[in-house]
């Protein structure tokens, strides 16, 4: 179901994945990648979003150093491409993405963001920018240290303006139950519905069923669950009777 196709991004042609629902149209989803670029897992979550009635685009956020895909764990070769992301490229590449979908005949109110990894960071991010449908990160780094340039997710969260929920696993070395739970807290003074989920026995990358050493059935299962009912709650149009 997913085709590759591009977007035209403030500094050139942005190669992307899209999938098209077979039957009516929910609204838009963008999904941002993890740091290993626009795999074939990125590639089953369009083709899951579309299944589930949503227009998905994800846009290759390293086009700028030739839109590569890494092997799970070479982080030898992810993390000098990692470190030449900037905020102005990465909100580029997002708002044309969204844009996009505008094009196509989403309203921005039937627009979601959903993001992995280094793509959960920025997807928060993206909500904090814009009054969007909806937004869920799936344990997003730079909690409490910005990256790429961007704030930190507890200094962006009380910004939200787009309806936000947060998947964390507390075995996730990197984003300890406490910075969760920060998160939370920060999140929870924006003007918009936020909520953070802790699986307890799930590690970072816990919904990628293609890395086995860390991916957690039970807790992907229910993540994706309240994704789906996240997007429909906050950004889903009845299917067949078009945006209100």
Not at 9 to 21: I, K, L, N, T, Y
Not at 65 to 91: C, H, N, W
Request: proline share 6%; glycine share 14%.
């Amino acid at each position: 179901m997913t085709e590759a196709t591009s977007i035209t991004s403030a500094d050139g042609e942005v190669p992307a994945m899209r999938s098209e629902p077979p039957g009516p149209t929910k609204g838009g989803v963008v999904v941002v990648q993890e740091a290993f670029g626009l795999t074939d897992h990125i590639g089953s979550i369009c083709d899951r979003l579309a299944e589930a009635g949503w227009l998905a685009i994800a846009p290759a956020l390293f086009h700028r150093q030739g839109a590569r895909t890494f092997a799970y764990g070479d982080f030898d070769s992810i993390m000098p491409v990692m470190k030449e992301l900037t905020a102005e490229g990465i909100r580029s590449d997002i708002d044309a993405a969204v844009g996009r979908l505008v094009e196509d005949g989403q309203p921005t109110a039937r627009i979601g963001v959903v993001g992995f990894c280094m793509g959960g960071a920025i997807a928060l991010d993206t909500a904090a920018r814009q009054a969007l449908g909806a937004a869920v990160t799936f344990y997003g780094g730079g909690v409490v240290e910005g990256r790429f340039g961007l704030p930190s997710l507890v200094e962006s969260a009380p910004e939200l303006q787009t309806p936000w929920l947060g998947l964390y696993g507390d075995l996730d070395k990197g984003i300890p139950p406490e910075q969760s739970e920060a998160l939370r807290a920060a999140a929870a003074q924006a003007s918009v519905t936020t909520e953070v989920v802790r699986y307890g026995d799930a590690d970072h990358g816990f919904n990628n069923d293609d890395r086995p050493d860390v991916f957690n059935a039970d807790a992907a299962e229910d993540g994706w669950r309240r994704t789906l009912a996240w997007l429909d709650l906050y950004a889903g149009a009845d299917p067949g009777g078009g945006p209100d």
